[in-house]
């Protein structure tokens, strides 16, 4: 069988190409789609340079990960389909591996692959989810020796890889576009498993991965929009209660990590200014908070589309539980 794998790519300059070749080095074959969001550097022009057999989606602007995720989704009709980063490096034998898997579990909807960082670190085996739906990576940071890396069903897919059926993506619909950035995937995923779509976890599944080529780790606008998009699934997932508390467990999250200490600096060196980050805060409580009635709305239709929400969130967050500290 020939998987699809479709890449988002936004200024990833040789890390794009690096990509396309491990995947065209698989031992079983796949078809490669890049979905390329407005880049203002010479990244496609160093893949079209290499030839290689690929279908290249140039937008005109940049959708975000979600929207061109949703792009992706309407250009792929193999049975299996990947959606993933561009800085990515993939095992010669990752899709050999991530098919038998899923011949092995007919009855789940997604296979997720181990994630890890070129120092040999772990990425990700899956993800776990607090009170207030703050996600993190399951393993991350961990030896492989350390983390619990046997096959096992997870919460779903992390989103520099996602690998599902194409009934699945079809049952549950598109990405939210309007999430633009981060927790898009996480909230597509809270559908799949309301929707009765399973994930399992494939540790012979591996794939490389340097984290936030594109957004910069620890950079303001990376905190903008995970929390904005947490904060928008949290009010069309949670019980009613549950969103209540969200300030509270908001301020004393964002308390543990001053205590923790505020990073000198971004990913990409710049100096980290606490008032950029006060602000990034501020405007994303801001602007979930003026969505309620949008996500509130949203809620509805998921109640009457998947049933009791709450009653089958509450039993995600207890099957996934991040061990906070």
């Not at 992706?72 to 299996?80: H, V």
Request: with cysteine; proline share 3%; hydrophobic share 40%.
């Amino acid at each position: 069988m020939v998987v699809d794998v479709g890449i988002i790519n936004y200024n990833g300059g040789s890390e794009l190409t690096e990509c396309v070749k491990s995947l065209k080095a698989q031992s079983n074959p796949v078809r490669v789609f890049v979905f390329d969001n407005a880049s203002t550097d010479d990244s496609i022009q160093i893949l079209r340079n290499q030839g290689f057999d690929c279908k290249i989606i140039e937008c005109a602007e940049n959708l975000g990960y979600a929207g061109a995720c949703n792009g992706l989704l309407a250009q792929m009709d193999s049975e299996i389909q990947v959606l993933c980063n561009m800085d990515l490096e993939f095992d010669p034998a990752w899709a050999e591996n991530l098919l038998k898997c899923f011949e092995r579990h007919p009855e789940c909807g997604s296979v997720a692959s181990l994630v890890m960082e070129k120092s040999g670190y772990v990425n990700a085996v899956g993800v776990l989810l607090g009170a207030d739906l703050f996600a993190k990576n399951e393993g991350s940071g961990l030896d492989a020796s350390d983390a619990d890396i046997r096959e096992k069903e997870v919460f779903g897919c992390y989103g520099a890889v996602m690998s599902f059926r194409k009934a699945a993506a079809q049952a549950v619909g598109q990405m939210d576009a309007s999430f633009f950035l981060f927790f898009e995937e996480t909230e597509w995923y809270f559908r799949h498993n309301l929707a009765g779509f399973k994930t399992v976890f494939c540790p012979e599944a591996r794939v490389y991965h340097e984290r936030s080529m594109t957004t910069v780790r620890y950079s303001p606008l990376k905190l903008f929009y995970s929390e904005r998009n947490r904060l928008r699934s949290a009010i069309r997932l949670l019980p009613f209660v549950e969103i209540l508390k969200l300030p509270v467990r908001g301020f004393v999250r964002y308390l543990n990590m001053a205590k923790g200490g505020v990073p000198g600096q971004s990913g990409d060196g710049k100096k980290l200014s606490k008032v950029a980050i006060c602000k990034a805060l501020a405007a994303s409580w801001l602007q979930a908070m003026l969505a309620f009635p949008k996500e509130w709305a949203v809620r509805k239709q998921y109640e009457r589309k998947y049933g009791n929400v709450t009653g089958k969130v509450r039993e995600l967050l207890a099957a996934y539980p991040l061990q906070e500290k």
